[in-house]
């Protein structure tokens, strides 16, 4: 089991690592076979120098008698003995199947489930398994001419897994190239968006680790699971988030001290959008041709896409406003206020005094007000002052609590050595190759 175990782990690294860690591995058994023999009895030198396989590895009950395993997702129209016949089983040993106490059980097969059966060397079933989720299901054993069939539910494995990936091209391409799937990588974006900006602060020879998790059954892979800690090294900077069960049910990301990876406003108010025109205190209006400061940042978005708060808080004001058009204002905090301008539609929602969430839909992009065409005039307030919205550094949203640092400290300081030895085996393997 442990051999497997760490097969599991390793297989996700690249394949001359796994030939390197699994030549390792023989060491270590040889060192315990050597460790536990006894040099006396000659006899047994012979096997001492016998060469290993590597499939008896992986392999983890040899004694068991030879079956074939075949299996199938159901499809319309299938039907258990239909599937058995396909699989090659002889009428009379799926009528024993059938005939067996509870195989109700196995009546009420769904298109979209597997069916999985051992075969003996004589083409009977030895098992089958009707699985409706990864997780849960229908079992047939074979005791002497019946089956016992019960229903089962199996225990999920999780097993971590370790990538470090070099970017060599963007983030996202270099971490499919190390096998990373899609939607760990998508968590990844996510945890470290914040920090950032995947389009523009990347450099080439940038890197980053991982750890997350992979939920097995029965040895199999059936889900990817949550990314439990990344570390970016950005530009010389080293951003390290870790993943953490709060006592009120959420996980959330924090840096190893403890402050939340989420910041309390996000970026940009509109996600599909270029900025059209920066923060400039000195910018010749394009209506008024004249020179007035430019208190805020245009995005550029087609008319009626979503204008989101960019932070939790409430409406302050939502109503046409002069050359802003029909504008609304979020009051954030006593310290932190925004202005939404040019919007096309008020989302049905966005009433002064009404509470938002950050990434909430308050409107729609539109050209109201002094607007050559329809763009988001976005505007972010500290203390009443105008300040540029690209360039403030956001407050990050809520910490650690006191209540909940110590076990922090301890989840974090865990997960971010279990990183730095993965690391420490990857670049020593890495090393020699360059
Ligand atoms: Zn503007």
Redesign the pocket.
Known sequence: MLVKKILTIFKNFPKRHSAAILIGLLLLISISILGNFDFSNQKKDADLYKKINIEILQEEDQSEPIYTTRETLIKRNDSLFTILREFGVKSENIINLINSKNSSLLSKIEVGDKIKVNLDENGEIRDLFYIDDFQSGVKAERSKSTYKINKFKQELEKVKVFKHVVIKDSMYMSGLKEGIPESVLMDVVYINGWDIDFTHDIRLGDTYSLIYEEILVDGEKVLDGDVLITEFNNKGKKITSVRFDLENGNSEYFSIDGINVKKAFLRSPVKLSYIS?KYNLKRKHPILHTIRS?????YAASKGSPVRATGDGTISFAEYNGGCGNEIKIKHSEDYTTRY??LDKYHQRAKVGRKVKQGQTIGYVGSTGL?TGP?L??EFHVNGRHTDPLKVKFPNATPIGKSEKIQFNKVAYDIANQLNNYKDIYLIEEAPSG
């Open positions: 025109s430019h208190n805020g940042v245009d301008c040019h607007a763009h005039h976005y």
